[in-house]
């Protein structure tokens, strides 16, 4: 059977989908990847239509976070308008609101795709499109009515999956109204890709220890548990050996929720056999009372070169009862400190523009954050209200903000406050200065408006660049020939980046991008 994946994303890291493409592969199945990044126009290109005709799919699966809702929702139509073929909607916004996507789609997967969507090409083969499937997790719309079935179980022995390619060749991207194969034109993924597709993105283990009440997280549990399953390490450093034959690949970017959900022995066979067979620098996520000091010191001798762990606010009430992490700063400063005693570069992930903290929480956070051991870079994310989060709903419910309020801000940008700017400086500003601005009747005062703004100028136009390219170097152990392939690497994308957000036409013009589409297709969001 003919399989055709739809990712509208936009950018070509496709996780997911490389997982449901693998293993339907695996069976026997001719698959194709297409990657229409953001697509929501009123008419089907002709180069996609003919694609589609020239493959001519037995079924389609299009692939959707919460942000791609009405991308989806718009293809679905076009699609349908133009050929005879059942459509599956699958991830994670099909995971959290499966009656809102069940309407438009012929069946909805809530849950993984790997084992469904084989189940479902079966069904198709042998059965045909006239009659409804009856496979767990995957509900039908069958003429009008709603087929629901039991959620299925996910995937326990996760080592039974195919691999996940870097660049698979049946990994086809629109770009300038033309289809291309990414494998003949990697340059072009390399474009899509984030990185400069420098990075291979992969995962170890699928679940999170913690359900913080504004993560998708928390929603996921109700259809796959509360336990985080993991792969072997054999099996993590056989898809690694595969994927590192692409010499662009210069890291390995592991994108687990906390990489230290891993225990000792496991860990320690990873470093010695990534230490052996891969030998590259790699980056991974933490929670801060996961981390502890000889787990860390194995990873950063094996290579660990960048750590991103999340610490949101520096209000323990904030994180406790609005965030439900339960993490006291005392122990995300413990974590900090363990890190800043390794070479690694840390990343620190926070969240503001947050409703329910009150002004002095803001200047808590600030102070906390400014006691964590320098140099580290900080990113600041607004608070985005996904739906199916408890966070979110309670967020409806409290008339804060509307239930698609996600579509219309964009997780990067975030509001230019005072308070904000003084946050975002802290991790480059000397700890008497932040004190000396922290104050609430400081923003109120011009002389200390000016000052800060002519910090925030300073900062993240000349002083952090400075900060990040020392910590990179100093991660890579100032090997040479890493800094010049990392910088070679990564200089177009990032640079291309730069240009785009100054000409205001990056990711950051999602927003705009539906807003036109809601001017011009009223009828799409009704
Ligand atoms: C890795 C990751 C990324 C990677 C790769 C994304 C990818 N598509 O693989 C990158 C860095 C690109 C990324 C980007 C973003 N991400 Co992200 N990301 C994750 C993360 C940490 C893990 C995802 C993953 O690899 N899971 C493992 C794979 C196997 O699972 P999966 O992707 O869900 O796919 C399975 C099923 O969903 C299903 N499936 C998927 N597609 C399809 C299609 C069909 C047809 C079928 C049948 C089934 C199916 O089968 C798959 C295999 O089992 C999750 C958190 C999480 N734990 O899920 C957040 C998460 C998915 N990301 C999230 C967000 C918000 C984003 C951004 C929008 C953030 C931003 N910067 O603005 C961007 C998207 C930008 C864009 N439009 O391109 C949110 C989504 C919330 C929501 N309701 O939509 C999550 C849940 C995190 C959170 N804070 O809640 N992300």
Redesign the pocket.
Same mark, same amino acid.
């Given at each position: 059977m003919k399989l055709l994946?739809i990712s509208l994303? #936009?950018?070509a890291?496709? !996780?997911?989908?490389k997982?449901?493409a693998a293993n339907a592969r695996s069976y026997g199945h001719d698959v194709k990847i297409l990657f229409l990044p953001g697509y929501l126009e009123s008419t089907l290109n002709p180069a996609i239509a003919e694609f589609i005709s020239n493959f001519n799919p037995d079924l389609i699966?299009?692939?959707l976070? #919460?942000?791609?809702y009405y991308p989806a929702k718009n293809l679905t139509r076009l699609l349908k308008e133009k050929f005879d073929v059942p459509i599956?909607?699958? $991830?994670?916004?099909?995971?959290?609101k499966p009656g809102e996507c069940i309407r438009y789609a012929d069946y909805v997967?809530i $849950?993984? $795709?790997?084992h469904?969507?084989v189940s479902l090409l079966n069904h198709l083969s042998t059965k045909g499109k006239g009659t409804s499937p009856e496979i767990p997790g995957v509900w039908v719309n069958y003429n009008g009515h709603i087929i629901r079935p039991l959620i299925a179980q996910p995937e326990t022995n996760l080592d039974s999956l195919p691999f996940q390619e870097y660049l698979p060749d049946y990994f086809y991207g629109f770009h300038n109204n033309r289809l291309y194969n990414f494998a003949e034109h990697q340059r072009l993924f390399r474009q899509y890709a984030?990185y400069g597709g420098t990075c291979h993105?992969m995962?170890t283990t699928?679940g999170?220890p913690f359900h913080c009440s504004?993560?998708?997280?928390s929603a996921?549990m109700n259809v796959f548990g509360r336990k985080v399953r993991e792969r072997s390490v054999r099996n993590v450093i056989d898809e690694i050996k595969e994927v590192i034959k692409n010499p662009f690949i210069l890291y390995i970017n592991f994108?687990d929720?906390c990489f230290f959900t891993h225990n000792k022995e496991w860990m320690e066979e990873f470093c010695r056999l990534y230490k052996k067979h891969i030998n590259l620098p790699f980056i991974a996520r933490a929670i801060p009372t996961m981390l502890d000091k000889k787990r860390l010191s194995m990873l950063v001798d094996a290579g660990l070169c960048w750590i991103v762990m999340g610490i949101q606010s520096g209000s323990d009430r904030v994180n406790f009862e609005v965030y439900n992490r339960k993490i006291r700063f005392p122990a995300v400063k413990k974590a900090a400190d363990l890190i800043s005693e390794t070479h690694a570069a840390p990343f620190y992930e926070m969240i503001v523009d947050n409703p329910y903290e009150t002004e002095e929480e803001k200047i808590e956070t600030i102070n906390s954050i400014a006691t964590l051991k320098k140099p580290y870079i900080a990113s600041l994310a607004h608070l !985005?209200f996904?739906? $199916?989060t408890p966070l979110a709903e309670k967020a409806v419910k409290d008339n804060i903000v509307t239930p698609d309020a996600y579509l219309f801000r964009?997780?990067?940008n975030i509001d230019e406050t005072y308070l904000n700017k003084l946050l975002a400086i802290t991790p480059c500003t000397p700890r008497f200065i932040v004190k000396y601005l922290n104050k609430h009747e400081a923003q109120r005062k011009p002389l200390h408006i000016f000052l800060l703004n002519v910090l925030h100028f300073a900062v993240k136009r000349f002083i952090e660049p400075v900060v990040f390219l020392f910590i990179t170097m100093r991660s890579l152990d100032y090997r040479i020939n890493w800094i010049v392939r990392t910088v070679l690497g990564n200089w177009k994308s990032t640079l291309a980046r730069l240009v785009s957000k100054y000409l205001g036409k990056s990711?950051l013009e999602f927003d705009q991008r539906l807003t036109l589409a809601k001017k011009n297709m009223p009828e799409l969001f009704k």
């Open positions: 994946l994303q #936009s950018n890291y496709v !996780t997911g989908l997982y449901v699966g299009i692939s976070m #919460s942000i791609e599956i909607w699958g $991830g994670v916004h099909a995971i959290i997967c $849950g993984e $795709g790997e469904a969507v984030l993105m995962i699928r999170c504004y993560c998708g997280n996921f994108q929720d !985005t996904f739906p $199916g964009y997780l990067l990711d």
